[in-house]
């Protein structure tokens, strides 16, 4: 077996190929070394980054254990969208400072190429930033629809995610085309570790700062009308992930689907949340909405609890909820958001299985969950479990129930229950 050099990065930032060290990857507590089953080469659109806080760690063969290089910063990738991580980059840390909210990934060097643990999850090419203007002269498009509708604070918000954020959700609104996000609730009823639009001062800087208004239904019926008549296959979400939750907007985005369904009655309307209130998602799922897509990194309760810091709801209300959208046919997926080490746990594999047993999940989209994974391991403090590997984990997930889907991306209704053909969970050869 070829075993892939360690990649490490100078104090310059610079990113080299380790000439004797091994790379090495880490999962909770423990660092390892590779199997070729795990890696793929890197996907194209991955940036590579170093991780100030640390010290490169690495597998000496000649030595026959793991060891850390006082000169040189770990390096982690952010991966593209529809690609699950396995498996963090080990280091060592120079630092007690939180480290920002990413998805750290390991990465090494193999065959003159990088290679990453992780696998495709969805073949939707939507994300692709080939497929977006960066540049000023997307302005033109945002503006044309300011000045159509000067009064409409939806527009303004959304102007402001593509134009500041980059949002590609965002600027799906002013091509128009795809999927078109509706921010709507400043609000939320969790507090979550790893908020990326909400965090309490004195912990990890968010990326995004949180929207200030709700919206009215008008202003939110009159975009998706927009979007449902002009856009090339509409679809429409509700929490997109950066805004509160729109758990707390459920009248308003009630109202707002009603008016849409007059004129739009066939359009794909999703709502993504933690759905953490039953009755409040009734009146959602009432109106007409097509599918949910429930939030949760765990399905044990006090796993949950530990990242979500639930306030004035509890795990049985998220099952009430799903309950609910499965009483009445609404398509429900999951958002999982992952961590090697937690979520990969026999015991959290177990539970998933039997949540599955109890609620008709048809979809799990997998998230790598942006945040200092030391922070979560303190936050949740576990017993020692199996860790099966996530990719084992999903093997084992679709073993028991056939019919679920994976993926990374919302689906109009066409596409509810096709296989997108992945994730490819078979083991990889490298050529030599
Ligand atoms: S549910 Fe979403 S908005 Fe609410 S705290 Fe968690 S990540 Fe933030
Ligand atoms: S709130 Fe976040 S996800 Fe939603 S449009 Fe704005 S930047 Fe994009």
Redesign the pocket.
């Known amino acids: 077996m070829q075993i892939p050099s360690l990649v490490y990065a100078n104090k310059k930032g610079e990113i080299f190929d380790h000439p004797e060290l091994k790379m090495s990857m880490r999962s909770a507590e423990y660092d390892f070394m590779p199997y070729e089953a795990e890696l793929i080469p890197l996907p194209s659109c991955s940036r590579l980054y170093f991780m100030p806080h640390t010290n490169a760690v690495g597998f000496d063969l000649a030595k026959g254990g793991f060891t850390a290089l006082d000169d040189a910063h770990a390096v982690s990738v952010f991966l593209p969208p529809a690609y699950l991580r396995l498996f963090l980059p080990s280091y060592k840390r120079i630092s007690n400072d939180i480290m920002p909210l990413y998805a750290y990934t390991a990465v090494g060097w193999l065959n003159d190429s990088f290679v990453v643990p992780a696998i495709k999850v969805d073949n939707d090419s939507h994300w692709h930033p080939d497929l977006y203007d960066y540049s000023d002269k997307f302005k033109v498009k945002v503006e044309f629809y300011l000045n159509k509708y000067p009064k409409n604070r939806l527009y303004k918000q959304l102007a402001h995610c593509a134009l500041t954020y980059h949002c590609t959700a965002a600027k799906n609104v002013f091509y128009p085309r795809w999927e078109c996000p509706m921010p709507t609730?400043p609000a939320?009823?969790?507090?979550?570790v790893?908020?990326?639009?909400?965090q309490e001062s004195e912990c990890c800087p968010s990326p995004q700062v949180?929207m200030d208004f709700m919206p009215t239904a008008e202003e939110i019926a009159e975009v998706a009308c927009n979007h449902a008549a002009y856009a090339e296959k509409p679809l429409i979400s509700f929490?997109q992930?950066?805004?509160?939750?729109p758990v707390m907007a459920a009248d308003v985005i009630a109202a707002a689907v009603r008016l849409i369904r007059k004129d739009f009655p066939k359009l794909t309307i999703n709502f993504n949340?933690?759905c953490s209130l039953p009755d409040q998602v009734a009146k959602v799922l009432d109106a007409g909405v097509d599918s949910i897509r429930v939030?949760l990194n765990s399905t044990i309760e006090a796993t949950y609890n530990a990242y979500?810091r639930p306030r004035g709801y509890s795990f049985a209300n998220v099952e009430a909820s799903i309950a609910a959208a499965n009483e009445r046919g609404v398509y429900v997926a999951l958002n999982l958001l992952t961590m090697p080490g937690i979520t990969d746990r026999k015991s959290e594999c177990d539970a998933l299985i039997d949540f599955m047993s109890r609620h008709k999940i048809e979809l799990i989209q997998t998230r790598n969950l942006n945040i200092d994974a030391e922070l979560l391991y303190s936050a949740i403090k576990l017993a020692k479990d199996e860790l099966m590997g996530l990719k084992n984990m999903l093997r084992t997930v679709k073993k028991a129930h056939k019919d679920v889907k994976f993926g990374y991306f919302n689906r109009m209704k066409d596409d509810f229950f096709i296989e997108r053909g992945l994730p490819d969970l078979k083991v990889k050869k490298f050529k030599k």
Request: charged share 20%.
């Open positions: 609730s939320c009823n969790s507090r979550c790893g908020c990326i639009s909400l949180r929490g992930g950066c805004e509160g939750d949340s933690n939030s979500y």
